[in-house]
């Protein structure tokens, strides 16, 4: 019964975000979505309390399915349904100022990357403009920020252009829930546990309106929760396979990359494999033009460039970055993003000792590492010099998966063994 309400609260938190998202949002995408999102969180928080009344006369299996149909039922309404809306109106005539409102430039430069590789071109190095990036920031069109993995992802709207159904938010979304099916699947722990996790990822706002906005995360985050779940399995060939294939994507998957080759030492030369390869297609991104993928990837998404990023969050870093001033050269600006550098660096480091010096069982590696992870993660965000509120949905999954893996010992999460929500 605990769960069910623990849904409804849930559900209930998320109508309250979609309804401030629909009317502060200056993004009509974003306000599309939360008309969808809120009724179905609403309904949903109502329906997990009726469930909570009727679970004392059940059985526990039969809650756990109803609260699985209720889940499965918002992820229709505020997830399938307004991102099959999105992506119909994106190819329709808009008298929005922004004249194509329901697509992020994460997509459109995705897309882009993808047709200047199938011309044989370096997307790096490629001006990635469009109609669909009028009006936006002049950087974006000059920047691809993610890693080589990410332009698959574009390819099918690349070769056939003029089909709204190849928008690379669709296969953002696929990938997504068939890691995600598969995490759900195979992760040893209750099924409570599992729905959570899932809840998380991709049916909360943690997840649903990156999913409809721009979805790129979201891959990289269901990739990063099947390699714990595989890690966690003792299934270490198929966990390193899965992080590499997450930070192949973007660098935001690196610290779970290193997390989990640090907390299986040495001797498991599979999660060390991983590394290795992502840094040989790496390297050899780099060696087509080492200053412009350092450009794009490093210094462009970190607002060091001096074409201005396009994200606009406020935090510690980006306070204090500001208050050095703005000029790309100015000596002061320069020492304080050496000292966010240094004091993420150093916090990152800390965790990672912290994790190598665990004397946890093998078993409880996955949960240490992602802990580990969501601390780097949340200090190398606080402390950029420039952010989205979308980054922070990484640490917030992480240190919920992280807890939800139970590491009995690593000081940075509660010890206890079994969490009853």
């Not at 840094?279 to 993928?293: E, K, Q």
Request: proline share 8%; charged share 15%.
């Amino acid at each position: 019964m605990r769960s069910a309400v623990v849904d409804a609260v849930l559900y209930a938190a998320s109508a309250v975000v979609a309804v401030a998202i629909l009317f502060s949002s200056p993004l009509l995408r974003n306000r599309v979505w939360a008309q969808f999102a809120w009724p179905a969180y609403v309904v949903a928080a109502v329906g997990a309390l009726g469930l909570a009344w009727a679970a004392n006369r059940r059985q526990r299996a039969w809650l756990l399915r109803a609260r699985l149909v209720l889940a499965a039922g918002v992820l229709i309404c505020a997830v399938a349904a307004p991102l099959a809306v999105e992506v119909q109106l994106r190819g329709q005539p808009s008298a929005a100022a922004e004249l194509h409102p329901y697509v992020s430039s994460e997509v459109v430069v995705t897309e882009r990357a993808a047709a200047a590789l199938i011309r044989g071109r370096d997307p790096y190095r490629t001006d990635l403009s469009s109609p669909e990036l009028h009006g936006r920031l002049p950087s974006i069109s000059q920047h691809f920020p993610y890693l080589p993995g990410m332009a698959a992802f574009g390819f099918p709207s690349a070769l056939s252009p003029h089909s709204p159904w190849l928008d690379a938010r669709v296969f953002f979304a696929l990938v997504a829930i068939f890691a995600g099916a598969a995490a759900f699947r195979l992760w040893p722990a209750e099924p409570e546990r599992r729905l959570r996790a899932l809840q998380v990822l991709i049916i909360l706002p943690t997840g649903a309106p990156i999913v409809v906005g721009a979805a790129d995360d979201l891959p990289v985050l269901a990739l990063m929760l099947l390699a714990l779940v595989l890690h966690e399995r003792g299934r270490r060939n198929a966990s390193a396979g899965a992080i590499a294939a997450a930070a192949l994507l973007k660098v935001t998957a690196w610290p779970l990359l290193i997390a989990l080759a640090v907390a299986t030492r040495a001797r498991r030369r599979a999660m060390w494999l991983a590394p290795l390869l992502v840094a040989t297609v790496v390297l050899a991104a780099v060696a087509a033009g080492p200053a412009a993928f350092a450009d794009d990837v490093l210094l462009f998404p970190s607002g060091l460039t001096t074409l201005p990023s396009p994200a606009s969050t406020s935090t510690v870093g980006s306070l204090l970055a500001g208050a050095a001033g703005q000029a790309p050269l100015d000596p002061l600006r320069i020492a304080t993003l050496a000292m966010l550098l240094a004091t993420a660096l150093a916090i990152a480091t800390a965790a990672m000792v912290k994790l190598a010096r665990a004397t946890e069982p093998e078993s409880a590696h996955a949960g240490a590492a992602a802990a580990a992870a969501a601390v780097t993660l949340l200090a190398l965000v606080v402390l950029a010099p420039v952010a989205r509120i979308g980054y922070f949905a990484y640490p917030i999954d992480l240190a919920v998966w992280a807890a939800l893996l139970h590491p009995p010992s690593f000081a940075l999460l509660p010890k206890k063994r079994a969490l009853a929500w």
